[in-house]
């Protein structure tokens, strides 16, 4: 791959590509960059770039001629090359969020030039001339486009084959499929009374896998709950088979009953810990769980409980009169395994005549909204909100929402 960057400060721009490991890469050959000065490229004597903009204001603006005259310079360089036309991406404020996967967009081109720049921006007609589209970093301002372009650069580079020790080096970095990173732990195991979680010093590979990966998930749910959605909208849910140990029976008799609300009492005072104050949490024992339960029967519902090995874990309700389906709880011991994920497409199945069923939950339960997002659920509307200023059971303002099962809305 070959980088150009179009700068009125190329010293700036060479020294950060010539250190630590792009340095190291671009000396094994591995791309080719190349820093070029604006200002080579004035034609009047005092080899200036810029002037007052058009329509008045503050702040000057930089010449379009200069920059045109570099970028042509660029373009002939890569054909002597033989190399394409260089994809030619300007610096600007206005332009779209950069992203990783425009990162990894952008790493497959074979030449890519980024235009920095400076004072109030770029004459447009230059922008309009030879650009290929517009990035912005974030949504603040810089002095100059210097700092935007290396973060471009390094990103793109470090895609290249190659350039990193190993490809896992960036296929398991933050934003690589959508979601951040897991937590990183090093030497030694207990640093000031604080121990690396336990299960990576297990040399286990499967069940480190698996704690990095809810890790990862948890930490983008709570963090980006933005990223998390989208990752979710963009993975559907597929089921795994049950396990010759589980079964999912109606409730029928007083035992089943009471290991129901046992599960129903443990995992949701799990959810609700830090939601609710700990009186109202202390009022959902067993006992106020199975009158709930007792008192959704009697309206309609049918609840199932389901076991591993002879073990109650998990139960699910469904209301045939409206299409609702309900209390999906998984007790916190057998959490992780997927349980959840197949009891919600069992009872999806029960409600044959309600082909949009539909589920309630609330907004601050991001596991419980990335399971139904990607098993086909889609916001409807706001059924309720809890307010701490005119809720005492409520410590943080949430809002229960409705959603409704769309699976032809799932995206690939």
Request: aromatic fraction near 8%; hydrophobic fraction near 35%.
């Given at each position: 791959?070959?980088?150009d ?47 007052y ?89 810089l ?8 973060v471009v ?107 129901a ?29 199975r ?20 073990e ?66 889609r ?9 701490p ?24």
């Open positions: 791959m070959r980088i960057i179009v700068t009125l400060f190329p010293d700036l721009c060479r020294s950060f590509l010539e250190a630590s490991i792009l340095g190291r890469a671009a000396s094994r050959g591995l791309f080719e960059a190349h820093c070029h000065q604006i200002r080579d490229y004035t034609l009047n004597k005092q080899r200036q770039t810029d002037d903009p058009y329509g008045g204001g503050c702040g000057m603006v930089l010449y379009a001629q200069p920059v045109a005259d570099c970028l042509r310079e660029v373009i002939r360089q890569c054909e002597e090359q033989g190399r394409p036309r260089p994809h030619i991406v300007f610096m600007t404020a206005g332009g779209q969020p950069y992203t990783q996967k425009i990162a990894k967009r952008l790493a497959k081109c074979d030449a890519l030039t980024l235009v920095c720049g400076h004072y109030e921006g770029i004459d447009e007609r230059v922008i309009e001339a030879f650009a290929d589209e517009e990035i912005s970093i974030g949504d603040y301002v002095t100059g486009g210097e700092l935007a372009s290396l650069a390094d990103s793109v580079l470090r895609l290249q084959p190659g350039v990193l020790a190993e490809a896992q080096g960036y296929q398991e970095e933050s934003h690589w499929d959508g979601l951040l990173e897991y937590p990183q732990y090093t030497r030694p195991e207990v640093w000031e009374g604080r121990a690396v979680p336990p299960v990576l010093l297990t040399g286990d590979h499967e069940k480190i896998g698996a704690w990095r990966a809810r890790q990862s998930h948890q930490r983008t749910a709570a963090r980006r709950p933005d990223l998390y959605e989208d990752w979710c909208m963009r993975h559907p849910l597929r089921p795994g088979r049950w396990k010759r140990s589980e079964r999912a029976e109606l409730i029928r008799t007083d035992a089943a009953l009471d290991a609300a046992q599960i129903y009492a443990a995992a949701w005072r799990g959810m609700c810990g830090g939601i609710c104050t700990p009186a109202y949490i202390a009022e959902h024992d067993a006992p106020a769980m009158a709930e339960l007792e008192a959704d029967r009697a309206g309609g519902w049918a609840f199932y409980l389901h076991s591993t090995a002879g109650p874990d998990a139960l699910v309700g469904v209301c045939h009169k409206t299409g609702e389906i309900g209390r999906l709880y998984v007790h916190p011991s057998a959490q992780g395994r997927g349980i959840g994920a197949r009891l919600l497409e069992f009872a999806r199945k029960k409600l044959p005549e309600h082909p949009n069923p539909w589920l309630a939950v609330l907004d601050c339960n991001r596991p419980a909204l990335g399971l139904y997002l990607r098993a086909g659920y916001f409807d509307s706001v059924l309720r909100v809890f307010d200023q005119n809720d005492p059971r409520a410590l943080q303002l949430c809002r229960e929402l409705k959603y409704v099962y769309a699976a032809n809305k799932i995206r690939d």
